[in-house]
């Protein structure tokens, strides 16, 4: 599985950003993906997910009611919309998928990651 991860930018305190995750390779659409982020000098963190059916999403406490998360399978492509941006939100974004161990929240749970697409939010 090959993801790339675009959308990122700058934006103001209160603005939008809406990543794209564009998957390619066997299975793609039997995979949850989700998005991480890792700002400087932290580890790198879950943000959202989306299972394979997009029937159930799962989302960081920090995020939840800003951020929604959705997935075209037909284009292979998962969407992370973020609103009412904070200057926290600052870091580089990976998408990545599955794999199949169930551990949705956890880095150890992905076994294929995309390339990062930096988000700054300034105040």
């Known amino acids: 599985v090959q993801l790339q991860a675009s959308g990122g930018g700058l934006v103001q305190a209160g603005g939008s950003l809406r990543l794209s995750c564009a998957a390619s390779?066997?299975?793609?659409?039997?995979?949850?993906i989700a998005w991480f982020r890792q700002a400087p000098g932290k580890e790198r963190e879950f943000v959202a997910g989306?299972?394979?059916?997009?029937?159930?999403?799962y989302f960081q406490d920090s995020v939840k009611g800003r951020c929604t998360i959705s997935r075209d399978n037909a284009k292979n492509t998962v969407y992370l919309q973020m609103n009412s941006l904070k200057p926290e939100d600052t870091a580089v974004y990976y998408c990545?998928?599955?794999?199949?161990?169930?551990?949705?929240?956890?880095?150890?749970?992905?076994?294929?990651w995309g390339q990062g697409t930096q988000v700054t939010v300034s105040s």
């Open positions: 989306i299972s394979w059916s997009g029937g159930t999403t």
């Open positions: 990545a998928a599955d794999n199949y161990s169930g551990k949705y929240y956890y880095t150890n749970g992905y076994g294929y």
């Open positions: 390779g066997r299975a793609v659409s039997s995979h949850t």
